[in-house]
């Protein structure tokens, strides 16, 4: 063996080893990255503020805070005269027209139905009503089965109106302030969330943006581009079906149970309309059969129905309520195509329903 042969070269040796640095290097700069892109999505978020979280009011919001909206239409028209009539509900009893009741009763209504409302909203609405100075002798109350949802956590735009929050009982409001702004940012960075702001950045481009959605002076809702498509007879009732099944779907997914909280609010409510000498009329509100039939194979939702059933059984007596269960349209013949989506109803088929609660009403 030759005395200057260089060193052997093993093949651990020989093989590709980057500085260490190179590594940190680029973990650094994907770090920079992805904090610079997170950054700018939520500055995106509150520049287009689509459901109303952040003050920005730069864009059109594309969720409707009917809460803030209904509070302050409900003191204008309270104002003008004595409101003997109040319709409680989620947007599925937004339809019902307060002016077909006053000249089907003579009495004066308002429409305070409040999207995806449950039990606390209908509780804390009554005590704005009453507190306000008016006092109804009606009562109408469209439960949704969702209303008594066990996940028992209040929706923002609620606890974003405090005219209604503060409403409600010390002992049930409880402290949702140190818990909401979690909820809102792991919202924010949703996937539902960012196809929110999609839609408001879409509707922001549109010369003439069709107005989704508008209420009159007593609460009544009305669809402008929807129902304009069906008086023009371009309306794609099957295609507005298909896209509430997935909405829906998530809803029963997550409903394991009725709420023993929830089912505590309205019995507080029944309770003191009981007391203050009111006429309750309390239904359940029907889903598009296909609805029906989509979520019935997917979720637990005919075990809560039939559990809102018999809670509402008892409830009929204790509080002296009338009860008509109309989660099944079949129940009041309502036509198939008197609906704009798999969950809300046309002005045809909320008045064959609005028919069958004055029957119950006057029977009541």
Avoid at 82 to 97: A, E, F, H, N
Wanted: charged fraction near 20%.
């Amino acid at each position: 063996m030759e005395a200057n042969a260089p060193p052997a070269i093993s093949e651990q040796d020989a093989s590709p080893n980057p500085p260490a640095h190179l590594g940190s290097s680029f973990a650094a700069a994907f770090g920079i990255v992805l904090l610079g892109l997170t950054l700018c999505y939520f500055l995106l978020a509150i520049v287009c503020n689509p459901r109303l979280y952040f003050p920005t009011r730069f864009l059109a919001p594309v969720v409707l805070d009917s809460r803030n909206t209904k509070a302050h239409l409900f003191s204008s028209y309270a104002s003008q005269g004595p409101v003997d009539g109040i319709i409680l509900g989620s947007s599925r009893s937004m339809k019902l027209q307060p002016s077909y009741l006053n000249a089907t009763l003579g009495k004066r209504f308002f429409n305070f139905a409040v999207d995806s409302a449950h039990a606390e909203d209908y509780l804390a609405i009554y005590n704005f009503v009453r507190s306000s100075g008016s006092r109804p002798s009606i009562l109408l109350i469209g439960l949704d089965v969702e209303a008594l949802h066990g996940d028992d956590s209040f929706d923002d735009r609620l606890l974003n109106t405090p005219e209604l929050l503060s409403h409600l009982p010390v002992d049930v409001t409880e402290s949702p302030a140190i818990l909401r702004p979690l909820r809102r940012l792991k919202e924010v960075f949703s996937i539902q969330y960012t196809l929110d702001i999609l839609r408001s950045l879409q509707h922001a481009t549109q010369t003439h943006p069709a107005l989704q959605t508008s209420f009159d002076p007593d609460g009544y809702l009305h669809y402008p581009a929807w129902e304009s498509e069906k008086q023009s007879g371009r309306f794609a009732l099957e295609t507005h079906i298909r896209a509430s099944c997935p909405e829906y779907l998530r809803r029963f997914q997550t409903m394991r149970s009725i709420s023993p909280k929830r089912k505590q609010y309205l019995e507080i409510l029944l309770a003191q309309a009981s007391k203050d000498g009111v006429a309750t009329i309390l239904w359940i509100s029907p889903i598009h059969p296909d609805v029906v039939q989509y979520i019935t194979s997917k979720t637990e939702y005919l075990a809560r129905l039939l559990e809102v059933r018999r809670f509402l059984m008892l409830l009929a007596p204790r509080y002296r309520i009338a009860v008509r269960d109309f989660s099944d349209p079949a129940y009041f013949n309502a036509l198939p195509a008197g609906w704009y989506d798999g969950g809300h109803m046309d002005e045809v088929n909320t008045k064959l329903m609005t028919d069958g609660l004055l029957i119950s009403l006057d029977a009541h």
